[in-house]
């Protein structure tokens, strides 16, 4: 007990109960809202101490939100977090007249059309700003919110209310409920004068009118936000409650009239428009009052729109033709090789830092040993660098004429440089994996850092730098370590708390982050295993085929066999190829990983999968097989439209189907559906079951 409590009369002690809450509340808005923290960890436990023990003495100074009483309480950010209920999404890119010919040609097959047929597309610029969505009720604006991961963001109604450009009343005619999605932007002229005497007060100039645009609207207080010169533009929509328009052309002439900015636009009916709207935009780039980093194009027909959908997190119907990126000179340092989770070995190029497009670029990526000798990539070269968007920065050439003479061709490891392990090109392959396998230390921590990456895991608190820490003391060894650290933490003599830097807040943080995902969705877990390609949007496909960790195991093991009916369902999948196919057979076929899987299940929950949409259409979780020649879908719409209402499409027609599609000339598995008893389906039939005829 601290010394003095005992000599506290009551009414000191609650002045003094009083002045603690308040400090403490002060020091967590500190540490978990403006991730500035006043004082020690250490220091933060010693008022933490002193108020339990005060109540401990005087039970009945404890109100109910007394920070003894909300111990745990999850991490602020300062807004609310807003669901969306339509995803915010993102787009793919193409960079050259080629790709959008490709953008085009993939929409055509998609849909069926003959390899001609024109597409209208409508051009726009693409903000580089901050995307929002505005929601409207009965012509009120109620909500502005941010994109967050897509599927949920932060509310910041209150900001986005003293943007002038963004109406709080919208003309008559709207729809009840209205979503538009747009671009929040920072007036490019205005934001220099504004960012210099900005500046001047808090010596942290923004490197761009994004960033300052998105510092703007993240202020908790929203007079801050009020008086910064931003403005905003409507580019498409969220949740509405009724069909307005027919085309993309139409939304905007409606959102316009409603009183909406929206860009300026062309309606383009060939790929030459298109490439001539993309120049002139080029060209008026310097002069625009905005910041642009492409030009984005749409399928204006709203009903292919619907029937293109989406693939992973972007539209089929949208693509964005970005600007030749930026560039700028400097010298290569060094070239350092990192290992993978997978024990890829990539080599990064250490540059002289220099300011390329506003941020300050110290590495770029090499990608690996043929483009450093293509390119007869040097220690001490001086190189051309550029970086587009959010993209790594690399290295485009180098200036041969500025080279010392003497300089040596670069030597490409053929040993892993942590584990010294043999590193081997496999034929046909452009990248050098080291062998260690399970001795290689660089591949063990790589893919842990993987596990608890956002996409994975999402365990806050456990970065980078902690995963080296812990692997280097043996805490956490592998993936299940981190569920069992709390328990031999209890028991050590060491425990995380004593270490330097850490205090028993933090510690008690990082087993609330570990502790909040003991129970994880089978998609998220199948990505954190981090299996060679397979990515977030794979990883989401297996989940919902399989459904449980134990249908997949299952189906793995048995399509080790090679005429298996689990090798050709596997292969059925959309986007899974053989090799693929192979990286994941070959991850369920190694003891150890099966190990790692028991004891993870024994540690965790996962989630069987639920399907986002269509969970209660006709066909959610049914086995359906294609065969034959479909008249009024191409077989990847069938597909695309079958695994989106929640259908698992299948290669082979088995005792499991529940469904064969039979198109013309079906062949040997609609008899083999025949023989079996299958339900069979023609193409009318299926279109009037998931009610699309
Ligand atoms: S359409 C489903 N149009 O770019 C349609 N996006 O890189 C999705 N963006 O997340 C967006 N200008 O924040 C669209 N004219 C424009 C845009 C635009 C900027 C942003 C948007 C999107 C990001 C994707």
């Known amino acids: 007990m601290s010394e003095g409590l005992f000599n506290l009369d009551l009414e000191d002690s609650r002045t003094r109960h009083a002045r603690l809450v308040k400090e403490i509340r002060r020091h967590d808005a500190a540490y978990y809202t403006h991730d500035a923290p006043e004082i020690s960890d250490a220091e933060y436990d010693t008022l933490r101490k002193e108020l339990e023990e005060l109540e401990a003495a005087h039970p009945n100074l404890i109100t109910p939100d007394s920070p003894t009483q909300t111990v745990g309480a999850a991490p602020s950010s300062g807004f609310k977090k807003v669901r969306h209920a339509v995803p915010m999404l993102s787009l793919s890119n193409v960079f050259s007249e080629e790709e959008v010919e490709g953008f085009l040609d993939k929409i055509r097959r998609f849909l069926g059309l003959p390899e001609n047929e024109p597409i209208e597309i409508v051009a726009e610029p693409k903000i580089d700003g901050l995307s929002c969505s505005l929601r409207y009720e009965h012509g009120k604006l109620v909500q502005a919110a941010t994109r967050g991961d897509g599927a949920e963001g932060e509310d910041i109604t209150a900001n986005v209310k003293t943007i002038p450009d963004v109406p709080h009343t919208l003309k008559p005619g709207a729809p009840d409920v209205l979503e538009v999605r747009g671009e929040i932007y920072m007036d490019r002229k205005k934001f220099m004068n504004w960012n210099a005497e900005q500046a001047a007060i808090t010596k942290k100039p923004f490197a761009n009118p994004r960033n300052a645009a998105a510092g703007s609207v993240r202020q908790l207080d929203a007079t801050k936000t009020a008086g910064r010169p931003l403005h905003f533009f409507g580019y498409a929509l969220g949740e509405v409650s009724e069909k307005f328009a027919t085309s993309q052309e139409e939304i905007r002439k409606k959102l316009a009239q409603w009183g909406i900015p929206e860009t300026p636009y062309k309606l383009c009916k060939k790929t030459a428009e298109i490439m001539a709207f993309h120049e002139k935009i080029l060209q008026q780039r310097a002069d625009l009052n905005y910041e642009i980093d492409g030009v984005v194009y749409k399928v204006n ?83 051309v660098i550029q970086r587009a968007g959010d993209v790594i920065p690399q290295v485009v050439k180098v200036l041969t004429e500025k080279r010392e003479t003497g300089s040596k061709e670069y030597t490409y490891p053929d040993h892993c440089p942590i584990c010294k392990s043999l590193a081997i090109r496999e034929e046909g392959e452009a990248v050098r994996r080291c062998t260690g396998g399970l001795i290689c230390e660089a591949q063990a921590v790589e893919r842990l850092k993987h596990f608890v990456s956002r996409l994975a895991f999402d365990i806050e608190g456990l970065g980078s730098k902690i995963i080296e820490q812990f692997w280097e003391e043996e805490l956490i060894r592998s993936p299940a370590d981190i569920f069992t650290l709390e328990e031999r933490n209890q028991k050590s003599l060491t425990p995380i708390r004593a270490k330097e830097g850490w205090g028993d807040l933090s510690e008690k943080n990082l087993f609330a982050a570990i502790n909040s995902r003991r129970t994880i969705p089978l998609n998220r877990f199948i990505y954190a295993l981090g299996i060679r390609q397979i990515g977030e949007a794979t990883a989401k496909k297996l989940a919902s085929v399989y459904g449980t960790l134990e249908n997949l195991r299952t189906a793995m093991i048995a399509a080790q066999e090679e005429n298996s009916e689990a090798r050709a369902d596997l292969l059925a999948i959309e986007d899974i190829g053989p090799s693929v196919a192979d990286d994941l057979i070959g991850f369920f076929a190694e003891d150890h990983n099966l190990e790692q899987l028991r004891r993870l299940q024994s540690l965790l929950t996962i989630e069987p999968y639920e399907a986002p949409k269509g969970g209660d259409s006709a066909v959610a979780g049914k086995t359906v097989v294609f065969t034959g020649t479909l008249t009024k879908l191409t077989r990847a719409e069938a597909k695309a439209g079958a695994e989106r209402l929640g259908a698992k499409v299948a290669g082979s027609v088995s005792k499991k189907t529940d469904y064969v599609i039979a198109g013309e000339d079906a062949g040997s598995k609609l008899k083999k559906a025949q023989e079996l008893g299958v339900t069979i389906l023609t193409e009318d039939e299926w279109l009037a079951l998931v009610g699309a005829a």
Request: aromatic fraction near 6%.
């Open 301 to 383: 027909r709203l009903d292919w729109q619907e029937r293109l959908g989406f693939v992973s997190r972007s539209p089929r119907w949208a693509t964005a033709h970005k600007f030749p990126a930026e560039q700028a000179v400097t010298k290569l340092n060094a070239i350092d090789i990192q290992v993978g989770r997978t024990g890829a070995l990539t080599p990064v190029a250490r540059l002289e830092p220099i300011t390329v497009g506003g941020v300050v670029v110290s590495n770029a990526t090499l990608h690996n040993e043929d483009e450093i000798k293509r390119k007869d990539i040097r220690i001490g070269d001086y190189v």
